[in-house]
């Protein structure tokens, strides 16, 4: 009975950035390599394919997590967001603005990964002093920056939104 | 990387599970929240011909405290285990380890049970088991056993996990009144597997320490009880002498192994100034927060 269930490949449905998708997955398919190359959102990157980089984040049912650690038919009826998702809805404006006007990217490939953790900080910890913003990014390696000018940028949207909030 | 190919199947009970590991024994492996596992398929350091996926298994999640137990579901996330109330009452080793775990996108994930099974001599949670006297259900077809933290531990990566079980749930004996605890671990970057850690538990009663547990972790293969520095330190206040014979014992209480970066005596080292961090932080509860969340970012500051 159940060996019949026992598949290589798995008829797999998610919800990607707001829209249902659904695929035949061969089982050893991480979820980013699933987005990257059967979906072509190459937003998110693949770096070290073992967990150590964080280039691969993204969110799966509102939660961070690394693309290479997380089989593509694990997200079988999860919603996972990716950051060509949370840039088209605007969710990430002020942090791409704040990395642009601090120059807190160089080559670019740590980025993506970076804004879904920092989305993540900054809509769960409003509160995040400095030190807990570096603590938070402890696991998307930069190999460029030297992280002070990415700690700066989220550090300034941080301050922009609890100003907004005293004054609302 | 990329993995090898396998057969996957995602169970729907414990009771399909038992079937599968029967039929498949050491060819099958577990996959719960995969964040080890994962990791050594992509490195091809693991190659099993089939997966279980277990993750969906809502029976074996969830943080119950009842009869002065707290029971952890195995599938409970490191993630569930930092917001729970429940634990940061009952269970404040926990709380205050899980900060160490590796980074938020993987405590996400990663779960308690997998971490106890894995058996990683850097991991955090083993050690906290051994400190708290922890006890493990293990289940298979045949029925469910328990097993003592501080007798499931066997060795690398290894466990009284037989091929045909399935860790289930942990049970904690909840400290009495006056007990304290403190998590010290030293790492290179926050996150970064521990180069040696120390998972502290004892009594307080107006100073004087008793009960003590002191496990420790990434010192050898397994989480290891410094049992003579418990036995010096009974009954006793945590002055600096006390301290400093109690520490004597640690030779004759740990084997250090050398890692990839430090050698058995740097680790032996580092264990006697972890012991008298805590010794003094279980006496006092002044335990300085850099110790708590700071990187460590040089030889000197650590060896001090």
Known sequence: MTSTRMEQTLETTLTVNGTPVTRRIPARQHLIDFLREELGLTGSHTGCEHGVCGACTVRVDGKIVRGCLMLAVQADGRRVDTIEGLSDSGEIAELQEAFHRRNALQCGFCTPGMLVAAQDLVANHPGASRERIREHLSGNYCRCTGYQAIVDAIEDVLAARRKRNRQD | ?304
């Open chain 2, 1 to 304: 990387m990329k993995a090898p190919p396998f057969a996957y199947v995602r169970a729907r009970s414990l009771a399909e599970v038992f079937e599968l590991l029967e039929q498949h024994g050491e060819r099958a492996q577990l996959l719960a929240g995969g964040q080890s596992l994962l990791a050594s398929l992509n490195m091809r350091l693991s190659a099993p011909a089939l997966l279980i996926d277990i993750s969906r298994l809502r029976e074996l999640s969830g943080i119950q405290a009842r009869d002065g137990k707290v029971h952890i579901g195995a599938l409970t996330t490191h993630a569930e285990i930092e917001r729970s109330a429940e634990i940061g009452r009952q269970l404040p080793l926990l709380a205050q380890a899980v900060p160490h775990i590796a980074h938020s996108a993987i405590r996400n994930a990663g779960t308690f049970g997998g971490s106890i099974a894995l058996a990683d001599p850097a991991a955090e949670w083993p050690a906290c088991c051994v400190a708290l006297d922890a006890q493990f259900v293990l289940a298979c077809k045949a029925g469910t056993r328990r097993v003592a933290a501080r007798a499931f531990f066997k060795g690398l990566y290894a466990t009284a996990l037989k091929p045909n079980e399935v860790l289930t749930q942990v049970e904690i004996p909840v400290p009495g009144a006056g007990y304290r605890s403190a998590f010290l671990e030293l790492a290179l970057r926050r996150g970064d597997y521990a180069i040696a850690g120390l998972a502290a538990l004892a009594k307080n009663t107006r100073g004087v320490l008793s009960d003590l547990r002191l496990a420790f972790l990434g010192i050898g293969a397994a989480p290891a009880l410094a049992r003579g520095v418990m036995a010096a330190m009974e009954g006793k206040r945590a002055s600096a002498d006390a301290i400093a014979a109690a520490t004597e014992a640690l030779a004759k209480d740990l084997e250090p192994s050398a890692d990839l970066y430090s050698s058995a005596a740097t680790k032996m080292q580092l264990a006697r100034v972890l012991t008298g961090r805590a010794l003094t932080a279980l006496a006092t509860q002044q335990l300085k927060t850099k110790y708590l969340v700071n990187p460590v970012h040089s030889c000197s500051s650590i060896l001090r």
